[in-house]
């Protein structure tokens, strides 16, 4: 009897373990006040950083969590502890090889980031609002990459756990675009791009923020709010430094090492943004390089997606998975580039580099152009001719005006109703304090622009010819790259259509993120990427953000 006693005590307290850790589990993310730190963020120079609010009024993160209890309750934090020095900042390359070597397993990595963002976004003290989705799949895909890998190549994005930016879509997840008129935007096929990621045996992690619309919704709003996942934070300077924009949770979780990489998307600085303010690396290539079918739009003139990741190899590897020829997509080229070929050097090889003479006033800048100089980079020092910007703002509206109905009706789920930007509008209004607590400015601009196609088609090719006059040293004087800072002149190159690229360069004395950008003609994403890394390599300047290791 007394044996019997023991038993029943031991399976009631197994039982009643089993329940906590499920209680734990399931109530992990719960609101807090916030009060406290919007009067804080008030006091903040900058308008972009005075938030009306920060957490999500509308997502659950516990829902978003509920796939996974069974697996996190069995997995603890001396599992999380243990694994970190296999994980955290590690380039794809060690990944596959701990993986080969059978230290790590693609679960175990999956696992790892699940736990660790949990770990993070359910603190009120260090939560960044960075994700919107996770695939509630991930796990078993992982198990499957498991069993079925075989000579799996260090440069290879096979069973990487990525994070996509919330306006691509996915069969798995919602793309929200972080709008709540898209909240249950379930669509029937992935994106092209996250088809060939999938291809190439890349795990879909989840979905993260953004500025909402990709920051072409409200005018002077804060970078990376949306409607749909609250304000995100930069890890370097939570609710002190902005994160960028629009492709904000992708710059801030490959920071925070929430996954291996993301994806991003910019039209005008949206990942060299975001890349910059989180020291982060992020390539916008040439249009056309990558495909666009299947992602919520701006412009079908500069849109494009690029990857974004914690170092210049991780950069090139993403490339090779994503890229593809798309005849859904009218800009799509047929790209036989490998863009991580031989592996990089870290030798510059005779390189000829411009460096615009405004910039050298930033002391990063100027110092970092010193160190290319001692390692025998030829630098000239160009000024750029004026140029006239006149008419950006038009072709954003009216591509959008035109492009985002095609993207509705074509890819989005049928069951979202709305078929324009102005039934988005009316939308809105029905309820703002929810839906446009900072307004919808810029999708009202949208509505009443009344420019034709035709006079567009004029406007296009002037933007396209200024951006080309200001970048001319590229082929005048036969550069390899031109310098620029942060996303300085990321408008400009995205007129031209020249590609660029960011790498971590520095931080300021307030420890804010500065990098430096290298602009080159169409299609040298090859020729970016190495000059890139041997400047990664040389100054070797990106650290993890304190309060995230």
Known sequence: MKKILLVALFISSVVSCQQKEEVVLKDAF????????????????????KFKLIQSKYLDMNTVYKPFQKELAGFSEENYEALKPLILEQNIPNLQKNVKEGKLSYEKLTLFYLYRIRKFESDSTLSLNSIIALNPNVL??????????????????????????????????NTTAGAIVLADNKTAEDAFIVQKLRENGAIILG????????????????????????????????????????????GVTVAANFAVAAVGTETAGSITSPSSQNSVVGLKPTIGVLSRSGIVPISSTLDTPGP???????????????????????ASKKI?????????????????????????????????????????????????????????????????????????????????????????????????????PYGQQLFEGIVNDKTTLNEL????????????????????????????????????????????????MGYKKSGEPVSLTFIGVPFSERKLLEIGYAFEQLTKVRKMPKNYQ
């Open 30 to 49: 719960k609101k807090y006040d916030e009060t406290e730190a919007l009067a804080k963020s008030q006091k903040n120079e900058s308008g972009r950083m």
């Open 207 to 250: 979905k993260v923020n953004l500025s909402e619309w990709a920051y072409f919704f409200c005018n002077g709003c804060p970078l990376g709010y949306s409607a749909v996942g609250g304000q995100t934070l930069n890890p370097y300077g939570r609710g002190k430094f902005e994160t960028g924009g629009s492709s904000s949770g992708s």
């Open 457 to 504: 088609e004029v406007v296009k090719k002037n933007l396209n010819s200024e951006g080309k006059k200001f970048l001319q040293a590229l082929n005048n004087e036969k550069l390899d790259a031109i310098l620029s800072i942060n996303n300085y002149h990321s408008g400009i190159a995205a007129v031209a259509k020249y590609p660029t690229l960011t790498v971590p």
């Open 336 to 436: 036989e580039e490998d863009y991580v070929q031989n592996g990089f050097s870290n030798k510059f090889r005779d390189r000829k580099i411009g460096v615009i003479k405004q910039l050298l006033s930033d002391d990063i800048y100027k110092t970092t152009v010193e160190k290319l100089k001692k390692v025998g980079v030829e630098i000239i020092e160009i000024t750029p001719p004026e140029i006239s910007f006149d008419g950006f703002v038009t072709l954003l509206n009216i591509d959008m005006k035109h492009d985002l109905p095609k993207y509705l009706k074509n890819d989005a789920s049928k069951n979202i109703k709305v078929k324009s930007v102005k039934d988005i509008v009316n939308f809105n209004k029905k309820d703002s304090i929810l839906r446009a």
């Open 140 to 173: 078993e895909e992982a198990r499957e990459k498991d069993k079925n890998k075989t000579e799996v190549s260090e440069f290879s994005i096979y069973g990487m756990p990525i994070l996509l930016k919330d306006n691509i879509n996915t069969k798995d997840m």
């Open 308 to 330: 974004m990741t914690k170092n210049v190899i991780d950069n090139a590897i993403f490339m090779n998975a994503l890229r593809g020829y798309d005849k859904k997509d009218a």
